[in-house]
């Protein structure tokens, strides 16, 4: 109920807001798709929101301060298609104020971490479509509440991130706080990006986290591989994922193709294969088809991640696969 109220105060407020800053946007995506899932245990067809990319709206704007500073904001919300849903948290995606100038740009709030970062630019779907590398986050954290965040200017091409976030857990219990840094190199065709985190999140001590990513064009083809790695606190916990994949024009579209490997100490492992399209109609909207299979090993567990869907196997060892067909529109 809360949320309902809070939702309509924004949407009443938007003409105030408008007249007063000019530079506010309202923008959004809505994607749906008609899948064929097979969780290794049984097959059915689903209706989805968010196979390529999540369903979405958002506020967005800055102000000019003068002397090359600005005020900047972001709020964005989830939203599924297939039932007008709106995510648990109203504006969970993305919810950030801060300030941007000659030093780089300062958010406070619910923000993307480093590793986030250097996973999404090295991702050749942009963590679109089943078996992009958002399932290493099943692990790995993505977005960070409570959370300071840094990005400088760039430097010869080069940035530097870094964040705090705050666990702000009751006296006794482990902090949660988790620190992150990143750099990344952007020139041309070439980008090379690193991150690691640290979260004292485990009364057996401190869950590392860390990203390598790199990618390249080669004229129209657009090559791009990461590693993903969780090492939480314990034996046989460590959580490895790499991806390589590949994009190339084709007509009015895009052909995409990426491999992927999944791997825990304790000898689960999972290898990935998907392949997709997507033919643009308009500068906003396309269509798309794809599919993707994940190969467990008796021990393996791991899923297929879409933008905004998770295929779990049915059980562990057996192997899920998906055929989907969709349209994306963006405004």
């Keep these: 109920m809360q ?15 408008a007249s007063a800053q000019t530079n506010v946007q309202i923008y959004g995506v809505l994607d749906a798709a008609i899948a064929s899932e097979d969780n290794g245990v049984a097959r059915r067809t689903v209706l989805n929101s968010g196979n390529q990319s999540s369903s979405r709206f958002g506020f ?9 500073l600005k ?10 298609i297939d039932t007008g849903a709106g995510d648990s948290a109203l504006f969970g995606r ?3 104020v801060g300030l941007e100038g000659g030093f780089g740009t300062v958010t406070v709030g619910r923000e993307y971490s480093p590793i986030a970062a250097v996973a999404s630019s090295t991702d050749i779907t942009g963590q679109g479509f089943y078996g992009s590398n958002l399932s290493a986050f099943n692990y790995l954290t993505r977005r960070l509440s409570n959370s300071v965040n840094y990005k400088s200017a760039s430097m ?16 006794g219990q482990p902090k949660s706080n988790l620190k992150g840094v990143g750099l990344e190199y ?5 980008y090379l990006g690193a991150a690691y985190h640290t979260n004292d999140n485990n009364v057996l001590g401190d869950t590392e986290e860390y990203a390598f990513g790199a990618g390249y064009k080669f004229g129209e083809l657009d090559v791009k591989g990461n590693w993903l790695v969780q090492d939480a606190a314990g034996r046989n916990n460590k959580f ?23 791997r825990i100490e304790n000898g689960a492992r999972g290898k990935g294969w998907n392949v997709d399209y997507s033919h643009s109609l308009s500068k906003r909207t ?13 021990k393996g567990n791991f899923s297929l991640n879409s933008s905004s869907v998770r295929l779990a196997p049915g059980k562990i060892g057996v192997d899920p696969s998906v055929f989907n067909i969709g349209v994306r529109h963006s405004f």
């Excluded at 005020?71 to 599924?80: D, K, M, Q």
């Excluded at 952007?186 to 070439?190: H, K, N, S």
């Excluded at 994949?245 to 193709?257: C, D, E, N, S």
């Design 186 to 190: 952007a020139q041309g065709r070439l």
């Design 286 to 298: 396309s269509l798309y088809t794809g599919y993707a299979r994940l190969d467990n090993n008796d």
């Design 3 to 17: 949320q309902k109220l809070l939702a309509a105060a924004l949407f009443t407020c938007l003409p105030i807001a």
């Design 94 to 96: 993305r919810a950030v």
């Design 156 to 171: 010869s091409g080069f940035k530097v991130l870094a964040a705090y976030a705050a666990g702000e857990a009751t006296p």
């Design 71 to 80: 005020a900047l904001f972001n709020l964005e919300g989830g939203v599924a």
């Design 60 to 68: 967005r704007g800055t102000e000019d301060l003068g002397n090359g």
């Design 240 to 262: 490895t994922q790499y991806n390589l994949g590949a994009a190339y024009p084709i007509g009015a579209g895009r052909l995409f193709v990426n491999l992927q490997q999944n």
